[in-house]
T-cell receptor
């Protein structure tokens, strides 16, 4: 079974451009989570989605950031008008169900650099 | 909200040394507790977990016991190997309004020298 697939692995953008990060969950998983890891920091929760629904976006900045998980295709984290402070590693995780007995499986992340 | 405080590094050990990474938490409920490991350039992998008080999680020679009285979940290994070099994250699951998410500590980088 393929694990959680994220692409691209590395993304470079200039200030003001848009960044689109993609995440394909593990087969059979319908729960997707996005986390952000700033340099020298732990991961911070951003958003939790199920197919076609945003369940919890309490960790996502109110402006410029959006996420979706369509019925078909990968989950997308979109950052508009990027700024230097958006430079970070963005990790996606998926689980089959929700609950502590259903561990979240992480992808290898997308490392976003803003010039 | 809930939070996790863990020992910060970096830490360098010699092969076969003992390892302890301290982790304490604050939570309003009774969260599940996790240790994740991140190898260079990779995502996080679940190392072990415990879902209730006095549970012991173990994997690959690592152990951690869920201590409710001290709100701790310290990670231990009796004899580390070079291949254990990685960043270790302590985490808890926070349940809020029908959503369950992971709350992480800052991570501790471990380097094991031959």
């Amino acid at each position: 079974n393929a694990g959680v697939m994220q692409n691209p692995r590395h993304l470079v953008r200039r200030r003001g451009q848009e960044a689109r990060l993609r995440c394909s969950p593990m087969k059979g998983h319908s729960h997707v989570y996005w986390y952000r890891q700033l340099p020298e920091e732990g991961l911070k929760f951003m958003v939790y989605l199920q197919k076609e629904n945003i369940i919890d976006e309490s960790g996502m900045p109110k402006e410029r950031f959006s996420a979706e998980f369509p019925k078909e295709g990968p989950s997308i984290l979109r950052i508009q008008q990027v700024v230097r402070g958006d430079s970070a590693a963005y990790f996606c995780a998926s689980s089959q169900f929700q609950g502590s007995n259903q561990p979240q499986h992480f992808g290898d992340g997308t490392r976003l650099s803003i010039l | 909200g809930d939070s996790v405080t863990q020992m910060e590094g970096p830490v360098t050990l010699s092969e076969e040394a003992c390892l302890t990474i301290n982790c304490t938490y604050t939570a309003t409920g009774y969260p599940s507790l996790f240790w994740y490991v991140q190898y260079p350039g990779e995502g996080l992998q679940l190392l072990l977990k415990a879902t209730k008080a006095d549970d012991k999680g173990s994997n690959k020679g690592f152990e951690a016991t869920y201590r409710k009285e001290t709100t701790s979940f310290h990670l231990e290994k009796g004899s580390v190997q070079v291949s254990d070099s990685a960043v270790y994250f302590c985490a808890l699951s926070e349940v809020q309004g029908g959503s369950e998410k992971l709350v992480f500590g800052k991570g501790m980088k471990l380097t094991v020298n031959p």
